[in-house]
C-alpha cells in the first residue's frame, strides 16, 4: 500500500461510545495530522504531529484525544462526542523539513447520534 | 498570522469553458503556495504548487496557477473545463512545512 490510509471511512457512534480512527502513512514522512471538515466551514486543524511529538493542539476539547505511536501511524480516539461533532476527519502527513505539501488520506466520515 | 481567501464559494462553468479560480493570501514573507481538489467524501489531492522561481506552475489535469506578488494573489486556471473537473478547490498556504493553511474553498458545478 501507498500514500496514506484512514480507517474506517465511514462511522456512527452514539454519544456514550468510544471509538477509534486510524491514520497510516506509507510515504516515510515525519510529520502527521489531523484536520476536521464540516460542512461549509474552512478545514480545521486539529493536532500536529513532528518526530511523534505532539506540537499543535488547536484548542481541541479532550473528548478528541490523540496517539501517535511512531512516525507511520496516528490516532483520534473518540468519547463522550456530541452531535456537533460529526463531520469528516481527515489525516494527513508530510516531511517536515521539505516543502512538498501534504498527502491526504481520503477521511474517516463520523457521525454522532 | 498567514491566511487565504477564496473569494468564489461556488462557481459554475460549462464544458469546455474556461476556469479561473481566485485566491488571495496573506504571509508576512515567501509563501509557499498550494492548490489542493477535493471530491465528494474523497481526501484532498494535491493539484500544484509553488515554492519560487518561474511564477507560472504547472499542475496535474491540466491546470496551472500564476502567483503575482504585487496582488498577493496564485489564481488557478485551466484552458478547457471537463464535466470530471467538477469538485471543491483549496487553496493553501504555509511558510514552513509544519503549517498548512486552507482557504475555505471553491465548489465547481461544470454543466454539460
Not at chain 1, 7 to 24: A, D, F, I
Not at chain 2, 12 to 34: D, I, K, Q, W
Request: charged fraction near 15%; proline fraction near 4%; aromatic fraction near 12%.
Amino acid at each position: 500500500e501507498t500514500g496514506v490510509t484512514q480507517t474506517p471511512r465511514h462511522l456512527v457512534m452514539g454519544m456514550t461510545n468510544k471509538k477509534s480512527l486510524k491514520c497510516e502513512q506509507h510515504l516515510g514522512h515525519n510529520a502527521m495530522y489531523w484536520y476536521k471538515q464540516s460542512a461549509k466551514k474552512p478545514l480545521e486543524l486539529m493536532f500536529v504531529y513532528n518526530f511523534k511529538e505532539q506540537t499543535e493542539n488547536n484548542s481541541v476539547p479532550s473528548r478528541f484525544s490523540p496517539e501517535c505511536p511512531n512516525s507511520s501511524h496516528l490516532f483520534l480516539h473518540l468519547h463522550t462526542l456530541q452531535p456537533e461533532d460529526s463531520a469528516l476527519y481527515l489525516c494527513a502527513s508530510s516531511q517536515a523539513d521539505r516543502d512538498d505539501g501534504y498527502t491526504f488520506g481520503s477521511g474517516t466520515r463520523l457521525t454522532v447520534v | 498570522a498567514q491566511s487565504v481567501t477564496q473569494p468564489d464559494i461556488h462557481i459554475t462553468v460549462s464544458e469546455g469553458a474556461s476556469l479561473e479560480l481566485r485566491c488571495n493570501y496573506s504571509y508576512g514573507a515567501t509563501p509557499y503556495l498550494f492548490w489542493y481538489v477535493q471530491s465528494p467524501g474523497q481526501g484532498l489531492q494535491l493539484l500544484l504548487k509553488y515554492f519560487s522561481g518561474d511564477t507560472l506552475v504547472q499542475g496535474i489535469k491540466g491546470f496551472e496557477a500564476e502567483f503575482k506578488r504585487s496582488q498577493s494573489s496564485f489564481n488557478l486556471r485551466k484552458p478547457s473545463v471537463h464535466w470530471s473537473d467538477a469538485a471543491e478547490y483549496f487553496c493553501a498556504v504555509t511558510g514552513t512545512a509544519s503549517k498548512l493553511t486552507f482557504g475555505t474553498g471553491t465548489r465547481l458545478q461544470v454543466t454539460l
